[in-house]
């Protein structure tokens, strides 16, 4: 689509600008303030995620990391869409160093936003030099909100990225550590590990490199950990670098085996579909050898779903004929889930 045209198409939406906002609880105490687009908006951005911001960090771009390697943005330890795949990367280190940026959507402005956008801009074909200003002004207004990044749209954390590209925070950083260390990246968290301690002067190196760029680190979540002395948490997912894999934790299991078994027993169609998410969430993970604490309810609950539908009743005192489904309702919307 010719640059004028989508600009066109996206000013048409922009009184559909709306957010409603949540408050979650912090595991360390307070309230995270959450923005929710309305669905139109939300609509509107996924379209953007596809058709435009996607594109930006597709194809041939490459990062350099020092004079002899360089690398695509789409390397998974550069661009990665999955946190199992983050933290698989570290499987097999024994020592590894976290921090995660501090208030990292929050921290982006929305001029932030318009200028890394339109500095990526020239990598889009078919966009002329005199549409790139008034598209990444588009996009920056229909993806911000009260002058942020909100925490809670679907675009946030691709235009953190880009964010993050455009500042040469993740340039710098690789060619501090590689080849000697395994470094990547998922939204707000970086790691660097190793077979050895990351260096207590590589460490001050790298945050200085993200202060530099204009970012705070979160000092409480800054850590390095030994796997011989506990299994590390990676975005949530133990590392352990011992046994080289990755699982999750104990806790987390206990949970979604709950959630799994309550939807095989009530065929509650919200929970059934939760369930499956949570399934497909771990085949990152584990692949097809699920844990048993989750194969064991799964496969009945695949079970209930593989039944026929039973026979309802039928209802003759008023001389009119009445039927009752069962669960067809459900059968038929998860006829296709493996």
């Not at 105490?29 to 930006?56: D, V, Y």
Request: charge should be positive; glycine fraction near 6%; hydrophobic fraction near 40%.
């Amino acid at each position: 689509m010719a640059a004028y045209s989508l600009v066109g198409e996206l000013r048409k939406t922009l009184p559909l600008i709306a957010y409603k906002e949540a408050r979650i609880p912090k595991k360390a105490g307070g309230f995270r303030s959450i923005f929710i687009p309305a669905p139109e908006l939300k609509l509107i951005q996924r379209k953007i995620i596809l058709r435009f911001l996607k594109k930006l960090i597709e194809g041939d771009r490459l990062i350099k990391i020092n004079e002899n390697t360089v690398v695509s943005w789409y390397n998974p330890r550069i661009y990665n869409e999955s946190y199992a795949r983050h933290a698989k990367l570290h499987s097999d280190s024994r020592f590894i160093f976290q921090f995660d940026i501090k208030d990292a959507f929050p921290s982006v402005s929305s001029a932030r936003v318009r200028e890394a956008v339109f500095k990526l801009m020239s990598y889009y074909p078919g966009i002329e030099i005199d549409d790139q200003a008034e598209l990444a002004d588009v996009i920056a207004e229909l993806t911000t909100f009260k002058g942020i990044l909100p925490q809670g749209a679907p675009t946030s954390p691709l235009l953190f990225f880009i964010v993050i590209i455009s500042s040469g925070l993740y340039e710098k950083i690789f060619s501090l550590c590689c080849p000697e260390w395994i470094v990547s990246f998922y939204v707000d968290n970086f790691a660097v590990s190793g077979k050895e301690p990351v260096p207590e002067e590589l460490k001050a190196r790298i945050l200085k490199c993200v202060s530099a760029a204009g970012f705070a680190v979160n000092e409480e979540k800054t850590r390095q950990t030994d796997s011989r002395q506990g299994v590390p948490l990676v975005t949530g997912i133990r590392v352990d670098g011992i046994k080289k894999r990755i699982s999750l934790p104990k806790k987390a299991v206990r949970r979604w085996r709950g959630i799994i078994y309550r939807a095989a027993r009530t065929k509650d169609p919200h929970l059934i579909k939760k369930a499956q998410g949570l399934v497909a969430s771990l085949r990152p993970i584990y692949g097809d050898a699920l844990p048993p604490q989750i194969a064991k309810p799964f496969a009945l609950l695949k079970e209930m779903l593989n039944e026929p539908p039973k026979q309802g009743k039928k209802k003759t005192d008023s001389g009119s004929k009445y039927f009752y489904p069962v669960r067809g309702g459900v059968q038929a919307r998860f006829a296709k889930w493996p």
